[in-house]
């Protein structure tokens, strides 16, 4: 288990990072206000999928079903659906932040995507079985060429066409990417507020984009067994959002006028030995050591923390996962509130995104006075071996 670098505590109020814009398409509204409220009231909104399965009981083809952006997505998939979800989600933040192009030179944008570890996993699964075994070494290392091959297309095309959408000219020297799933979230943070803090930047566009109904995404993880279906009672739906939050300096925010609705706090990430598949259970312990790290002065006082926003999405492992990390956060006097939102709830699976979505929740619990509590907790598990939590806060 490997630690990560963690934000640094005692930052003088003018120096504290604020929260001053929010954007976000989901499957429950185009923009963050919508979908957060949406959220709020408990509301969902089904799709059936493409992938088609037989019910065992009745022997009758049934769809999937999922959260798909439909009225935004129909049609598209892979680069060109992670795009849509993207120009929406940043036209809202730069709109809800009222960030003008004139600020540009002094930010940065630090965008999250889906990582290829799922890939992995189903190919040296069932998938590399599909091929004669003296075959096999030359169908992974084609396939990995053909993944590695993707990536470098994304990196460059991604950032550019998306700010060339928007007509928000970001320097390329400020454009930044990370891959992985919900976890790895704390990273872009990491890599933002650092940014922020030594005077790269005034100010940072963090967000991730996934899909995990987009069809390659949708069928691997129906192969590999994480969706719930008809047959199989345990398991999560999936959805597909994108997500922007704006970080910047308390300070530079107040000189431009800007609206803080939230301040970011403590960020660490620490990694579990194995991963969703390794066959080893998890015991909490690293989900357990970057929340703890989120309080380097010790437990905060009595109900300080009012509020846990959790990536549970019905997956038992996670579940069980995040139950020895409550056994362990009990023990040691830490937070452990009554009140837990959910994102996959309202979402389904976010991958990517579930990081920056969690932020939207909580910033918009805050300004609409629903959240009832001073602070947020957010922790975030993964398929793999990354653990995260950060600190949101309304004061700084």
Known sequence: MSPSPRSKPGLRPEEAIAITGLGMVSALGSDVISSCAAARAGLTRWSELDLVISDEDTLEPVPLKGHEVTSLCWGFQGYARWLRLADAAL?????????????????????????????????????????????????HEDLVAERAEWRAHVTRRLI???????????????????????????????????????????????????SWVDEEALRCAFELGLLRTPNRAVGRYPGEAAAFIL???????????????????????????????????????ALFEAISACFPAGAPAQGDIGLSIVNLNGDEPRAREYGHTLVRLQASGLPTPDQRWYVPASFGELGAATGAAAVCLGVRGFARRYARSARILVALLDDEPSRGAFVLSDIP
């Open 160 to 210: 550019p066409e998306l700010l060339s959408l928007s007509a928000f000219p970001i320097a390329p020297s400020h454009r930044a990417y990370t891959f992985g799933g919900a976890a790895t979230f704390t990273s872009a943070l990491l890599s933002a507020t650092a940014a922020i803090q030594s005077r790269a930047v005034d100010r940072c566009i963090v967000g991730g984009i996934d």
């Open 247 to 285: 970080l910047e300096r308390a300070s530079a925010a107040r000189s431009r006028g800007a609206r803080i609705e939230g301040f970011l706090g403590q960020v660490a990430s620490h990694s579990e030995g194995g991963h969703r598949f390794s066959g080893k259970s998890s015991t909490g312990l």
């Open 91 to 139: 036209r809202d933040l730069l709109d809800y932040s009222g960030l003008e192009r004139d600020t540009a030179e002094g930010t940065g944008i630090h965008v999250q995507l889906p990582g290829d570890w799922m890939q992995e996993v189903h190919l040296q699964g069932s998938l590399i079985d599909q091929f004669p075994e003296k075959e096999r070494p030359q169908v």
